[in-house]
C-alpha cells in the first residue's frame, strides 16, 4: 500500500518557475539550468524506483515516497521508505550518467564525464548509512524502536553516449 505518492519535487517546480520568468542572458542562467538538470535527474531517479516498488505485493508493504522528518533539530529526506511486518528499508534513489568508481578511502561516488573530466559526489553509502541513524534515532524518540531498520542505494546508471 502506498501511503504517500511519489510527488513532483516543489524545488523542481520552483527552479522551473524562475529559470522561465530569468531574462535571456542574465548571468545566473546557465546556474538555474544546471540546477534545474540536476533537479529532473533526481526525479526520474526516484520515478525510475517506485516502478520497481510498484511490482511489490502491495498487501505486505507500506511504502512511503519523499518522506521529511525531523530528529534533534536535523531535518532528513527519505527518497522511498518501506515498510513491512519484519523490517524496515530506506532506499535512497541515483540517477546518474557516465562512468561511476567508488572511492572507498574519500567515501565519495566518482563520474567520470564523457570528456574524461570527473566529478565527486558523496558516497550514496554513506548517505544511506546517515539515514538510517537518523532515522533510528527519529524511531527511538517516538516509541517505534521495535524493527530493524536497513538501507539500500538504487543506482539508475546510463552509459555516457559518444
Known amino acids: 500500500m502506498v501511503l ?22 542574465h548571468s545566473k542562467h546557465s546556474i538555474i539550468e544546471k540546477d534545474l538538470a540536476k533537479r529532473w535527474a533526481g526525479y526520474w531517479g526516484e520515478f525510475a524506483l517506485s516502478n520497481y516498488l510498484k511490482e511489490l505485493p502491495q498487501e505486505k508493504h507500506f511504502i512511503f515516497y519523499d518522506l521529511q522528518l525531523k530528529h534533534n533539530g536535523v531535518h532528513f529526506q527519505i527518497d522511498a521508505l518501506l515498510i513491512s511486518r519484519t523490517h524496515i528499508l530506506i532506499i535512497e534513489a541515483k540517477n546518474i ?17 564523457n570528456d574524461g573530466s570527473e566529478e565527486s559526489f558523496e558516497d550514496p553509502r554513506v548517505q544511506g548509512q546517515r539515514l538510517q541513524s537518523l532515522l533510528r534515532g527519529w524511531m527511538r524518540s517516538n516509541g517505534y524502536d521495535f524493527m530493524p531498520v536497513d538501507y539500500l542505494v538504487f543506482l539508475r546508471v546510463r552509459p555516457i553516449l559518444y
Not at 4 to 25: A, D, F, M
Not at 97 to 113: A, T
Open 4 to 25: 504517500k505518492e511519489l510527488p513532483l519535487p516543489l524545488r523542481l517546480i520552483l527552479t522551473n518557475i524562475v529559470k522561465k520568468r530569468l531574462i535571456k542572458g
Open 97 to 113: 550518467i557516465g562512468i561511476l568508481q567508488f572511492d572507498n578511502v574519500f567515501k565519495q561516488l566518482i563520474r567520470i564525464n
